[in-house]
């Protein structure tokens, strides 16, 4: 580093670890540190300097972050007891570079503790057995038994350790410095976790947090654990009865009122299969008016304390029939009474009730209402099949929403990198000379950009993840505005007729969303439609009274009707079923993405509306979207803001932060910002943009910040931020929006990805002009 140096080449390392003696102790510690050349006046490198700043805390801030997160993935679905107490001692270890980590359960004597599982490094030896508790000293168990966390830097020199147990546990083990945790439960010392060292070690307070908090997570799942097999044990015991016995319904239920056995008995008496009610409260067959008065929780309760708890009253099915059961519940506790769980029984009733009505009406009204049971019965069994089948329906659409949502997030990034280094590109050919054929292309790939952005906002709308600024608007002023766009859209093959309703209710929606829509149906009915045909965009005020038959339909209530209709081609009822799955379509290859009607579905279910399709094959198809309606007036036509300038201003003394995970993203930001006159400080991660702050916190006007970061997001290091700096504006930049993240932030605080220079730079303009107008920030040099 100093021969480059001294040839005039600076050299630059982040976070590099370094091992120092100081505190008497051998420790790491990370440096980012510099090594440049100084020169004289004629330009002659005359020697070196070396700049250094330590970010030791940062880095092992960031280590135990992630390691806490690593932990619990580990630790969450482990089922073994053993297997957790293996987990937790081994990433413990490796983390704190330790020798031999344990975790130990003291027996209910107190005499004795037992290692089942231990982490060793090397040679060192393992710790797995049965032992004395007074193997650690008179001194040492007596704080443990308080408690508190032993700290032994080196027994040699602690008071607390006699010399002779120092010298018999270092001939042992070779120990010499350990942390141990001891867990106090109902008043006994339960257990404890160790970390134990060959060589002397200074343990800091946050070595002391970190086990502590692993020691607890370990407790907390090896009693999961052993819980969950208890009743796992019990369970089976029971499941030979459970399945053969079918003239009753029987199920088990955990501690937290969640079913955990179903037997075949149970699903015939409520309706519910196995696969549907497992980890499911188990209050679902009580009526709603007892749910409302907690009585399944009282019941559980009055089982624990008296041994049974019975009842003979009105349950609720699957499909909402009521019947009357008896019922009875008992508790299911270990060899140790420990409560485990429930024991639930019923039998159905509904007959013995219904014959004691029948004694007391008469055969007659007896006969009349069996006949109206059947109906109601047949009705159900309709009910419950069409049910199960908008269900499924829904499922699938959901599940497609999810993955859609995180691929148009992913390619938001991708998009706004491009988008960005095509302006930069842009304005660097606008010197004389440059190919004309270049800019050209330059305009093939913002279009095909545009385009890219145009199908991520597809998939956003059908996953329901756009953010749409809803308002009362005139429907049929904005669906006549549109008559010239949608003429000349159907190219003089197809007649455009418009039928809309006078006294129009105000519609409650994104006005630009719903032109959008109203435009992407328009088009699907032109190319359905034959030369010469005709297609009909028309609204009404509609009131609907009937539960919505299918998921993309509307639930009963007042909306403003939109409908597209055609006398095409029509749909086959398999082409029907799915005209709203993202990516399905009927069109050649390159004639259509499959998007249209998937947005469509996206934007009106957003709205609190719904879409309707009515369609015969070979007569035509009408598409009717239901948007709700608008309880106030019409809102007015906002005022249009005035241009942004691209004239550099005093910028050159505004510093931005800007915060991004992503590299190449952050990159073309920078640049951009940095065109207009903006000094940008560059961060990749929460921690390292908190660290700036700490060095150079007054001199930021503004941190622009990616939301969806690994670590720390970007709520939690606006809100570290804001406790350094609380007049600090900041401006969050997003892909993929999180709306209960982003309600309580103003639009004027959002940029969504991928932007336009132009939008990214307006906002940042008008939320540093308003802190100047409010007061203005410490001008820099």
């Excluded at 580990?74 to 413990?92: F, K």
Aim: glycine letters at 8%; aromatic letters at 6%; a negative charge.
């Amino acid at each position: 580093m100093i021969l480059r140096a001294l040839e005039g080449k600076p050299s630059c390392f982040r976070d590099a670890r370094f091992h120092l003696e100081r505190h008497g102790y051998r420790e790491r510690a990370y440096f980012d540190y510099w090594v440049s050349p100084v020169r004289d006046e004629s330009g002659q490198v005359m020697g070196v300097i070396n700049e250094a700043i330590e970010t030791t805390q940062r880095v092992l801030a960031d280590r135990r972050q992630r390691f806490r997160t690593r932990l619990g993935d580990a630790l969450r679905d482990l089922t073994d007891p053993r297997a957790v107490m293996a987990a937790a001692a081994r990433r413990l270890g490796r983390h704190l570079r330790a020798d031999r980590v344990g975790y130990a359960e003291v027996d209910d004597t107190g005499e004795y503790f037992t290692v089942e599982r231990d982490w060793v490094s090397g040679d060192m030896p393992s710790g797995v057995g049965r032992h004395r508790l007074s193997e650690f000293g008179p001194r040492l168990v007596a704080e443990a038994l308080t408690g508190a966390t032993i700290r032994v830097d080196d027994p040699f020199d602690d008071p607390r350790v006699d010399p002779e147990e120092a010298q018999a546990h270092h001939a042992l083990g070779g120990l010499r410095a350990s942390l141990t945790v001891p867990l106090v439960k109902n008043g006994r010392l339960a257990a404890f976790l160790s970390v134990q060292q060959r060589e002397p070690r200074r343990w800091t307070d946050e070595d002391e947090e970190l086990v502590r908090e692993v020691a607890e997570r370990t407790w907390a799942n090896v009693e999961r654990a052993r819980a969950e097999a208890a009743l796992r044990a019990t369970g089976n015991r029971l499941k030979l009865i459970l399945e053969s016995t079918t003239g009753y319904g029987i199920l088990t239920i955990d501690l937290e009122g969640r079913i955990t056995l179903w037997n075949p008995g149970a699903e015939r008496l409520l309706g519910w299969r196995e696969e549907e009610v497992l980890g499911q409260p188990a209050d679902i067959f009580f009526t709603p008016e007892e749910r409302a008065r907690n009585v399944p929780e009282l019941e559980m309760k009055r089982a624990a304390e008296t041994g049974r708890a019975a009842d003979d009253r009105e349950h609720v099915r699957k499909d909402g029939s009521r019947f009357f059961a008896s019922g009875l519940m008992m508790p299911l506790r270990n060899g140790g009474g420990r409560l485990l769980g429930y024991l639930k029984v019923l039998r159905d009733r509904t007959l013995e009730h219904h014959a004691r009505e029948a004694l007391e009406r008469g055969v007659a009204e007896r006969t009349a209402e069996l006949a109206a049971t059947n109906r109601q019965l047949l009705a159900q069994i309709e009910e419950r099949e069409r049910v199960e089948a908008t269900l499924r329906q829904m499922q699938r659409l959901e599940a497609v929403g999810q993955l859609t949502s995180g691929v148009a997030h992913d390619f938001n990034n991708l998009l706004t990198v491009i988008s960005g280094n095509i302006g930069i590109l842009d304005r660097a050919l606008d010197a004389p000379g440059v190919d004309p054929h270049l800019r050209q292309r330059l305009g093939h790939m913002r279009d095909a950009a545009t385009r890219g952005a145009k199908l991520t906002a597809q998939l956003l709308a059908f996953s329901r993840r756009q953010r749409l600024e809803a308002k009362a608007v005139d429907l049929n002023g904005i669906v006549a505005g549109m008559r010239d766009l949608l003429q000349s859209s159907m190219g003089g093959s197809v007649q455009l007729t418009m039928k809309l309703q006078t006294a129009l209710w105000p519609a409650l929606v994104d006005p630009t969303q719903i032109e959008l829509v109203i435009l992407n149906l328009a088009i699907n009915a032109r190319d359905a439609s034959p030369v010469g045909g005709e297609l009909i965009v028309e609204t009404a005020n509609v009131a609907l009274r009937e539960p919505a038959a299918r998921p993309e339909e509307p639930c009963p209530g007042d909306y403003v009707m939109v409908a597209v209709t055609d006398h095409g081609s029509g749909m086959a009822p398999e082409v029907l079923a799915r005209a709203f799955e993202p990516f399905f379509t009927t069109k050649e290859v390159g004639k259509g993405s499959g998007l249209g009607l998937a947005q469509v579905y996206g934007f009106a279910k957003q709205s609190g509306g719904g879409v309707q399709i009515r369609t015969r094959l070979g007569e035509g198809t009408s598409v009717r979207v239901f948007l709700p309606r608008a309880a106030g007036a019409v809102t007015g036509v906002e005022d249009v803001p005035p241009p942004l300038s691209h004239a550099r201003t005093d910028t050159a003394r505004q510093r931005i932060l800007l915060v991004d995970d992503d590299t190449d993203v952050r990159e073309v930001t920078a640049a951009i910002l940095a065109e207009r006159g903006y000094e940008v400080i560059e961060a990749g991660s929460g921690g390292s943009a908190l660290d700036v702050l700490d060095r150079e916190g007054a001199s930021v006007d503004l941190m622009l910040m990616d939301y969806a970061m690994p670590g720390m997001n970007g709520s939690e290091v606006a809100r570290e931020a804001h406790a350094k700096r609380p007049s600090l504006p900041i401006v969050f930049l997003t892909g993929y929006a999180d709306f209960a993240a982003f309600k309580e932030i103003g639009d004027d605080h959002i940029v969504s990805k991928p932007f336009r220079e132009e939008d990214l730079l307006a906002k940042v303009q008008a939320v540093l002009g308003a802190v100047r107008h409010d007061g203005a920030p410490r001008p820099h040099a």
